[in-house]
């Protein structure tokens, strides 16, 4: 059964870097589209970056130019790397991915559309 296991978040303070892994594990392809939410109680989830089923690159308004996703396919395991944080980044983050051939999906529905999530890392950002 195919599995995303996250690694990396943590606490860090305002200004500083974190880095998060998304591993898939027994995939039977490469993963075709994949990306990154994240959910603070009480509000909406929020899609954050996203590699899409055609390769284009989509980032939250709220991240553009401080996140960046990346993926190495030899390991199948995608990253987030998150420069510039700020408290309101603060969340916990779930990477969520499919391997299926012609995926599609946006940052405001990757949640309902991939069927594979990860287990979530949480972020604290202090100021």
């Known amino acids: 059964q195919v599995e995303l296991v996250e690694s990396g978040g943590g606490s860090v303070q305002a200004g500083g870097p974190l880095r998060h892994s998304c591993e898939a594990l027994?995939?039977?392809?490469?993963?075709?589209?994949m990306g990154w939410f994240r959910r603070v109680p009480g509000k909406v989830r929020e899609g954050v970056a996203l590699?899409?089923?055609?390769?284009?690159?989509s980032y939250a308004d709220s991240v553009t130019g401080r996140f960046t996703i990346s993926q190495d396919s030899a390991k199948n395991t995608l990253y987030l790397q998150m420069n510039a944080l700020k408290p309101e980044d603060s969340a916990m983050y779930y990477c969520?991915?499919?391997?299926?051939?012609?995926?599609?999906?946006?940052?405001?529905?990757?949640?309902?559309?991939?069927?594979?999530w990860g287990q979530g890392t949480q972020v604290t950002v202090s100021s």
């Open positions: 969520a991915a499919e391997w299926r051939s012609g995926a599609r999906t946006t940052l405001a529905s990757m949640w309902e559309d991939l069927e594979y």
């Open positions: 590699i899409n089923g055609d390769g284009t690159i």
């Open positions: 027994r995939l039977p392809n490469r993963l075709r589209c």
